[in-house]
């Protein structure tokens, strides 16, 4: 029998741990063999095209103290800026990475190819990017945001354009460390609070 179906409020979200390395990276959490592949190990495979990056950081809360239990998805295009799954997109570039906080300093790195402008509907293209999902004990909904290059003209990008406070646009802007390596920290209230996209 069909049942009409009616608008319901919208369930409370819950924090996403202390345990959610258990389920989304049992590996990482010292179950190894839970799932017979875990996704999102590396966004690239061997033979990738273009450069290949390091991009380490860590999530500060409030208190300035390094999250130990964050995990982050990282979601990105190729080196010609071509999401996987498109015609042309390089096929060695899956675009999908989850990765966790190292559980006693705190910092994360991340190892991919340095992503190409992505077209918009907006007429001028994204500057190179990759968009970030982060969770961790004591938030309730995951997280949005970005990652931009400080080598890279980041003037016309449409998404940064519209950031109304210019001192916070540096807020997604990773810093060159070294030869292809950049650091990147989030920030998740206070002084210098990391840009949250509401997606």
């Known amino acids: 029998m069909v049942q009409p179906l ?4 919208e369930s409370p979200s819950q924090t996403a741990g202390p345990y959610v ?3 989304l990276m049992p590996t990482y959490a010292g179950n190894p063999g839970a799932y017979a592949e875990e996704i999102g190990t590396s966004p690239i495979a061997e033979g990738a095209q273009g450069t290949v990056i390091e991009i380490v950081g860590s999530v500060y809360d ?3 103290w390094a999250l130990r239990d964050a995990l982050i998805e990282s979601w990105q295009p190729d080196a010609a800026g071509i999401f996987p799954g498109q015609p042309g997109a390089d096929p060695a570039v899956s675009g999908l990475c989850r990765f966790a906080a190292d559980a006693v300093s705190g910092e994360f790195t991340l190892r991919t190819v340095k992503p190409g402008p992505v ?3 907006y007429g001028k293209a994204f500057a190179p990017h990759i968009s970030l999902w982060v969770v961790a004990r004591g938030i309730n909904i995951g997280l949005q945001t970005r990652i931009y290059f400080e080598d890279e003209d980041n003037s016309d990008d ?8 210019r001192p916070r646009v540096e807020t997604l802007i990773a810093k060159k460390i070294g030869e292809n390596r950049y650091r990147f920290d989030i920030r998740l209230q206070g002084a210098g ?3 949250f996209l509401d997606l």
């Open 193 to 195: 609070e990391t840009v």
């Open 119 to 121: 077209p918009s509907r």
């Open 6 to 9: 009616t608008v319901l409020p």
């Open 158 to 165: 449409p998404l940064l354009a519209r950031i109304e406070q």
């Open 62 to 64: 409030g208190t300035g």
């Open 21 to 23: 390395h258990i389920g």
